[in-house]
């Protein structure tokens, strides 16, 4: 049921891409209100994963396939709408081939992103990639930039909102990166 959940908001995340090409108010909310149903899914994959002892490598690298999926889809259709500069996709598309790339030189060793089995070794390197802390303020500040610059399409009070937390998002998803960068070099030395 987790994998079903995190691959069929993969799929929702290209109808709302789809429906952001299509310059209506009443488009747009539905758009948002997906969108909130993305980001809720996302939390909900986990839990029922937990929930009923669904949880895998498999199920893990799965979710982490499915936030990627759906992060680049938002951050590149934002872009080709010219709601935010290229950069930011460029940026937060080079960060993710990056980290997967070693997370699964990582995984080929028996260790996993996040849990029991992180690959991070240092405390600051799980504190940066793993806490609570850091995963729910960089997932609040993702979830505030999607949702908000799509009702800054019709509301413009709320631009500076939705700007303000997607740029933070993109600040949080490049420092996010570099411990792992920095942690895997012994995983290319074997």
């Known amino acids: 049921m987790a994998n079903f959940i995190s691959i069929f908001r993969t799929l929702l995340s290209f109808v709302v891409a789809g429906l952001l090409f299509i310059q209506s108010d009443t488009v747009y909310w539905t758009a948002f209100v997906l969108t909130i149903l993305v980001i809720w899914m996302d939390g909900l994959d986990g839990y029922v994963a937990r929930k009923f002892n669904e949880t895998s490598k498999f199920g893990a690298v799965l979710d982490i396939l499915s936030d990627r999926i759906v992060e680049n889809v938002y951050w590149i259709t934002f872009a080709v709408l010219g709601w935010l500069p290229l950069w930011v996709p460029l940026v ?54 999607f949702a908000l610059l ?8 709320v631009s500076l909102i939705a700007y303000i937390s997607a740029y933070a998002s993109v600040f949080f998803c490049v420092v996010r990166g570099l411990p792992v960068i920095i942690e895997s070099k012994r995983f290319l030395v074997k």
């Open 92 to 145: 937060v598309l080079t960060r993710g081939i990056i980290t997967d790339g070693l997370r699964s030189l990582a995984l080929e060793q028996g260790y996993t992103a996040f849990g029991q089995t992180t690959m991070m070794q240092s405390k600051i390197g799980k504190f940066i990639v793993a806490s609570n802390f850091s995963r729910f303020s960089y997932a609040v500040f993702k979830a505030i930039a």
């Open 150 to 157: 799509i009702v800054a399409q019709i509301r413009l009070e």
